[in-house]
């Protein structure tokens, strides 16, 4: 009975999206996850540019994750202003790649797990056609990269391995992402690498999270992060 219970909880969990624990005390409990935007047609939020050199003074700079220096901040655009869904409130995360806003009650779930790593940038929000109080929002700024993924292993665009990562380093949707877990065990929110202006920088758009971290923010019901689970090193 207590089987069939697990069973029925993990089904569960599949199907509302949320990362499934393995219990099993032979498959290492610590599980990465790659982070992605999940958010409906009608429920995208766009943020909006006031000029054209708003990407190359703030944004771009941001997404790289160069120093928040004065000159950076400076940069923020203030009103912060938004195209609100089309249908419902206002997502607790919204974004895409290396960009991403989120809500307060994020950034207090992200400190509980792992405290003065990050950075927070507060944004004076606005969201077009609406007078509402969204509450407090935030860029997210990660504090730490790491490249942990294990090319040999994984799945790119253009297939597997080396060969296929040379052609294209864009991570498969479908496939299987493969990270070395002992540069990543103890960390739960991390960059895939720091970009580098005008040179390629593989996985630098990349965010992953553990286990701990997708399996809060599922629990918590907030939307705009879809959880992939990667394969760790020692699991080949």
């Not at 909006?48 to 700079?61: L, Q, R």
């Not at 994020?106 to 004076?124: A, M």
């Not at 935030?138 to 790491?146: D, K, S, T, W």
Request: glycine residues 8%; aromatic residues 12%; neutral net charge.
């Amino acid at each position: 009975m207590e089987a069939m219970a697990s069973l029925a909880t993990a089904m569960n969990d599949l199907r509302m999206g949320r990362p499934v624990r393995q219990h099993s005390p032979s498959v290492e409990s610590f599980m990465p996850y790659v982070i992605s935007q999940v958010l409906d047609d009608d429920r995208y939020v766009v943020v909006e540019k006031p000029n054209k050199s708003i990407n190359e003074d703030f944004f771009f700079p941001l997404a790289r994750g160069e120093a928040l220096t004065p000159r950076l901040l400076a940069s923020k655009p203030d009103p912060y202003w938004v195209q609100g869904p089309r249908r419902g409130r206002l997502p607790e995360i919204f974004g895409k790649h290396a960009l991403w806003t989120i809500k307060e009650s994020v950034r207090d779930l992200i400190e509980t797990l792992e405290p003065s790593v990050h950075n927070y940038i507060p944004v004076n929000l606005r969201v077009r056609g609406s007078s509402a109080d969204w509450g407090r929002y935030y860029l997210l700024v990660p504090g730490q990269a790491i490249n942990a993924v294990v090319i040999d292993d994984t799945d790119f665009v253009e297939g597997r391995g080396r060969v296929a990562y040379e052609q294209d380093w864009t991570l498969s949707s479908f496939g299987e992402t493969v990270v070395d877990g002992a540069m990543i065990r103890g960390r739960h929110l991390w960059r895939g690498a720091w970009g580098q202006k005008g040179e390629s920088s593989p996985f630098f758009g990349y965010l992953f999270c553990s286990d701990e971290l997708a399996d809060r923010i599922q629990r918590a019901g907030i939307e705009g992060w879809c959880f992939r689970r990667c394969k760790l090193k020692q699991d080949c």
